[in-house]
Each structure stands twice: as C-alpha cells, then as structure tokens.
Nanobody, 118 residues
C-alpha cells in the first residue's frame, strides 16, 4: 500500500489559481490511474480528474477546461493545476489510485482544503 500526502490548499479568491500536490510514499508506476477527488460539505466525494501514464487527463464536466492533472512517476507525485476557481470548487481535495473499473484504491490521505471566497 502507498500513502499519499496532499498539500497546496488554502484560501483563494474567485477567478484565482492554485496548484495542489500529492506525494506518494512509494512508486506509483504500478497504479493504473492517479486521480484527484474532492468532497464538499454535505456532499459525496467525487472524482474530478484522473490520468494514466502516457495518456491525457480525464476531467469531470464541472472542472473541464479549468483544471489540469499532471502525473510525474519519477517523483511519485501528482499535481492538480486549478485555474479560474469558483466558490463551488470549495472542498477538501484528495488523491488516490483509480482502478480499471473506475473504483478508488481507498488509500486516502488527509486531504487539503481549498476554499474559494472573497
């Protein structure tokens, strides 16, 4: 099992940008896809972006065109570049592996809080 540590969250104004990082305790080479999830208060955790090695990222509709996921296997790190942030992006963001069936590996870290507000 690999442990993930997310960082980079904080308070951002609407329209602003933020880059999140997820560092794994070991190699992520074997992980089918790496994903970023988020959970807003009172809502279920949702997958917002995932990427397989050598493939383009896949995004949920609410973030498409605004978020970019970058996977760096050499650094065992996955990034989420977020631009044009909106208040509805406010959530705790987590990274995890995503299996071939689309289910998470459930190796959750502590997450990192992103708050979009004036």
């Amino acid at each position: 099992q690999v442990q993930f540590v997310e960082s980079g969250g904080g308070l951002v104004q609407p329209g602003g940008s933020r880059t999140l990082s997820c560092v794994a305790s070991g190699s992520i080479d074997f992980i089918h896809a790496m994903g970023w999830y988020r959970q807003a208060p009172g809502k279920q955790r949702e997958l917002v972006a995932h990427v397989r090695t050598g493939h383009a990222g896949v995004y949920s509709d609410p973030v498409k065109g605004r978020f970019i996921i970058v996977r760096d296997n050499a650094k065992n790190t996955v990034y989420l570049q977020m631009t044009n942030l909106k208040p509805e992006d406010t959530a705790v963001y987590y990274c995890d592996g995503v299996g071939p069936t689309g289910l998470p590996y459930n190796w959750w870290g502590q997450g990192t809080q992103v708050t979009v507000s004036t």
